[in-house]
């Protein structure tokens, strides 16, 4: 940020140090301390988070100590050596909690821990496998203060020719890893419903139809049936979900499960 500030700032002064005319040291020495003291507001502004409170506070010993630097240089009349110690001072200053923050930030990212285990099945069932990887990644989502899985929990024979599975939704407290609530229904055999997690920690169930359900499995009223194509995909940030409707995509707001004006010409 100050390396910036010094390519906008030192021509700037170059030019009016021409213009007064000042040496070349003393430009080079007042266009350092005008970067410096205009990075002190950038650092208050965008240091905005409660962790960066000791940036802010630097930032402003900082421009304190600047000002009162250059008053006192031109007070005693040593103006080039204390301007440029204080401008040493003040960069050092500034970059203190970048260097404390290199300094203590760990040399290896922390090894993955065990926090619970938990079986959502007892016996076997190879159903209960996930097909693949962008399967799974549809079968356990996080939402607000549980974790929330579904499952091929067993064989429920036959609805003609179709086999049929029944389907466990079970919601998990992501803390101790007791399973809270669980539901089951039939569906058929292969399909697997999917699981989305809204940007307001609910989850939407997708079985033929989109279900909008509170983490704890109980139903928010919202749903939204699909008369053709398919819903398998949802935005990075929980709020907009793609119905593919061939042709096109539709997007769907994922917190009310409503239908929105934005259409893609994209099918897949």
């Known amino acids: 940020m100050i390396g910036a500030l010094l390519v906008w700032t030192v021509p700037t002064v170059f030019v009016i140090g021409y ?6 040291r003393s430009r080079l020495l007042w266009g ?5 003291l205009l990075a002190t507001p950038l650092v208050w502004v965008f240091k905005s988070s409660e962790s960066d409170l000791v ?7 900082s421009a304190i100590l600047l000002l009162a630097g250059i008053t006192l240089s031109f007070l005693i009349g040593r103006f080039r050596h204390l301007h440029l110690l204080t401008n040493i001072m003040v960069l050092f200053l500034m970059t203190v909690p970048c260097w404390v923050a290199w300094a203590r930030a760990p040399k290896e990212p922390p090894a993955a821990r065990k926090l619970w285990s938990v079986a959502l099945q007892k016996g076997t069932w190879q159903a209960m496998n996930t097909g693949s990887s962008f399967a799974a990644s549809r079968q356990l989502v996080f939402a607000g203060e549980r974790l929330v899985a579904v499952f091929d929990a067993g064989s429920a024979g036959y ?6 599975s029944i389907y466990r939704l079970v919601s998990i407290d992501r803390k101790t890893g007791e399973i809270v609530k669980s539901l089951e229904f039939k569906g058929r055999w ?6 989305f997690a809204t940007s307001g920690g609910r989850v939407v169930v997708s079985k033929g139809s989109l279900e909008l359900l509170n983490p704890d499995l109980s139903s928010t009223g919202f749903r939204f049936d699909i008369d053709r194509g398919r819903a398998v995909e949802i935005s990075p940030d929980g709020k ?5 409707t061939f042709p096109g995509t539709t997007i769907i707001d994922a917190d009310t499960l409503s239908s929105t004006k934005v259409k893609l010409p994209e099918s897949t």
Do not use: R, Y
């Open 19 to 24: 213009a007064i005319p000042i040496s070349i």
């Open 32 to 36: 350092m301390s005008v970067a410096l």
């Open 55 to 61: 940036a802010k506070i630097f930032a402003v010993c």
């Open 159 to 164: 609805e003609g020719q179709w086999p049929l």
């Open 190 to 195: 292969g399909s697997t419903p999917g699981l």
């Open 240 to 244: 907009s979900m793609g119905w593919e």
